[in-house]
């Protein structure tokens, strides 16, 4: 079928290499922020989220970062797989709002061995 | 399975015509969510439910789109007098509960619109 995100910007990495992906958001009044992981042909699937209340925020081979001065959203990848290709979103919520997130227009990841 | 199933995973139809898209959450999960997402985008909320009412159907771009979930579980949208610009994947999504960004999205339902 056809994939998602067909003319979104592209970040080529090498595999295990570290990867970071940017996003700028949109609402200084947002609280919460959530990345997702879309492959081809799937839904989105959640990776990790972070509070406005905190700046940093680690998982499994993940980390968020998040500077609100600038609006300004990261998620880095550390040793990058083939199976980390795919495309990622991040998304915010209005204050209040939780259930409902705003998604931004996405990076696809290109994993190369 | 035990995660979100959506049904049909593809409908070509034809202007005008009425759909009706479905999706059953996980068990358990009390929130269900409808999203739409055109190619090379990212989704677009159309509407929450929290058990078996529309909590916030603010994303519901006209009255052709509506959305049911009469015993708080299987949830479908209907879309009357389908448009071109109606074609899209939709995806349905279930949480545990309220307030949480961990969605858990199924595959989607495309929809083309002749």
């Known amino acids: 079928g056809e994939s998602v995100g067909l003319h979104l910007p592209t970040l080529s990495v090498q595999e295990g290499d570290n990867s970071i992906i940017n996003c700028a958001y949109s609402n200084s009044a947002s609280d919460y922020f959530i990345w997702y992981k879309q492959e081809s042909g799937k839904g989105p699937q959640f990776i990790i989220d972070i509070r406005s209340n905190m700046d940093k925020r680690q998982g499994q081979r993940v980390t968020v970062l998040l500077n609100k001065t600038v609006k300004h959203l990261s998620l880095q990848i550390a040793a990058t797989q083939p199976g980390d290709s795919a495309v990622y979103f991040c998304a915010e919520t209005p204050p209040g709002g939780y259930n409902k997130l705003i998604f931004g227009a996405g990076t696809r990841l290109a994993v190369h061995p | 399975g035990a995660g979100v199933s959506q049904t049909p995973s593809n409908k070509v139809t034809e202007k005008g015509k009425y759909v009706e898209l479905r999706c059953d959450p996980i068990s358990g999960h009390t929130a269900l969510y409808w999203y739409r997402q055109s190619l090379g985008q990212g989704p677009e909320f159309l509407i929450y439910?929290?058990?078996?009412?529309?909590?916030?159907d603010s994303g519901l771009p006209n009255d052709r789109f509506f959305a049911v979930r009469p015993e708080g579980s299987v949830s479908t949208l209907k879309i009357q007098r389908t448009e071109r610009g109606d074609s899209a994947v939709y995806l349905c999504a279930s949480s545990l509960g309220e307030n949480t960004g961990e969605l858990f999205f199924g595959e989607g339902s495309r929809l083309t619109v002749l």
């Open positions: 439910f929290q058990g078996t009412g529309a909590a916030d």
